[in-house]
């Protein structure tokens, strides 16, 4: 199986949103760690994910990424909730925010996937305070 092309102009679309949300770093490592067995996945998320959806007018990047912390918690997501807090307060949601999705989904979603979700945003939040730093 060959590799598909990481190229054209949804995925190049997809491309630049998916580093504003995410940053240069996380995309770049996602890509480059592509395979044979990964590559086509890293390409559907890049062009239909990022460059159809999250580029769509409707709605600003602030609110999709509301949207989906409270999806991830709801769907036990941990790994891309993780992903997902970091685009946030890149997209700039605050800290009080993400806190507030949290506590909003403890009573719609359930108490043990709001603690779970806040240790990891707690985590991700510490990350990024110290690189911040």
């Known amino acids: 199986m060959t590799l598909p092309e990481f190229q054209g102009e949804q995925f190049e679309k997809g491309l630049e949103v998916r580093r504003k949300v995410l940053g240069d770093a996380y995309v770049s490592k996602s890509l480059a760690s592509a395979d044979e067995l990964t590559a086509s996945l890293q390409k559907l998320v890049t062009e239909y994910c990022w460059g159809e959806v999250w580029t769509r007018p409707g709605l600003e990047l602030k609110t999709r990424s509301f949207l989906n912390l409270a999806m991830l918690i709801a769907l036990n997501r941990p790994h891309e ?25 403890a009573i719609y979603c359930g108490v043990p996937a709001a603690l779970d979700a806040m240790r990891n945003a707690v985590d991700v939040i510490r990350q990024v305070r110290d690189e911040n730093a």
């Open 81 to 105: 909730f993780r992903t997902h807090v970091r685009g946030a307060l890149n997209n700039g949601v605050t800290e009080e925010q993400i806190i507030e999705v949290i506590l909003q989904a």
